[in-house]
């Protein structure tokens, strides 16, 4: 009896030592983790509820400085509130200076069924943003995330904490420092000088086609030459006497 309590007891500390890793791994993330620097991106803000008696009800996430516009898909159940900063220094744009960027986007549930992420579920929020143009930087999008119950959990900490900030890092540029830019500006050469290499093309399919055409007939020349000169040497030795 003593021996099944104790194996009951040891399966039982088994099977919660491996959920912890599990719970510890469903923090709130934005995927994907990286992306081009200067490149207009589409992310998704990933909420898996950690809780077992309570919904998620609000997510607040705050976009790192540099966010001059962020759009959000509209999420059925959820109602979306972007919220924007006035910077300190304008930026200078082609389109002229913008004097405000991005510092949070909180969506709300509206009480209705849909508008909550049980337990055991999770919710993507997408959002579509303008990085910066700075090539190796990470991105840190803070999180509050708050329940039913009126827990609010702060995804604020560094990457090795309990409570880790989603984080994007920003990659280079498409064929920038490989030499792919280069390669990529002769392809457009190459492209827009299609018409104006097509009759040289074509020209140099035409003598190949001449040159094939002379051997073909040369050799048929020599054909018809080799058929004659091995009739007359059969005329001849027919008409030899014996």
Not at 81 to 87: D, E, G, I, N
Not at 150 to 160: F, L, M
Not at 167 to 191: N, Y
Not at 200 to 209: I, L, P
């Amino acid at each position: 009896m003593r021996t099944c309590l104790t194996r009951g007891a040891l399966a039982a500390a088994a099977a919660a030592a491996l959920a912890l890793p599990a719970a510890a791994s469903a923090h709130v993330t934005v995927v994907p983790s990286s992306a081009p620097a200067g490149s207009y991106a589409v992310f998704d803000v990933r909420v898996p509820n950690e809780r077992e008696d309570s919904a998620t009800t609000k997510v607040e996430v705050k976009l790192p400085p540099g966010f001059v516009s962020a759009s959000y898909q509209p999420v059925p159940g959820w109602r979306a509130r972007v919220a924007k900063q006035r910077l300190s220094r304008p930026i200078e744009t082609e389109n002229g200076p913008i004097s405000e960027q991005v510092d949070t986007i909180t969506w709300t549930g509206d009480g209705s069924a849909a508008g909550r992420i049980p337990p055991g579920a999770f919710q993507d929020f997408a959002i579509s943003v303008k990085l910066p143009d700075s090539a190796g930087e990470t991105l840190t999008f803070k999180a509050l995330q708050t329940y039913a119950s009126g827990e609010v959990v702060r995804w604020i900490g560094a990457p090795d904490a309990d409570e880790p900030a989603a984080q994007v890092t920003l990659t280079a540029a498409a064929g920038e420092g490989d030499g792919a830019g280069a390669g990529h500006g002769a392809g457009a050469a190459e492209a827009d000088g299609d018409d104006a290499s097509a009759p040289a093309a074509a020209s140099g399919d035409s003598d190949d086609d001449g040159s094939s055409d002379g051997l073909a007939i040369a050799g048929l020349v020599a054909g018809i030459a080799g058929l004659l000169a091995g009739g007359a040497a059969l005329l001849t030795a027919r008409r030899r006497p014996a």
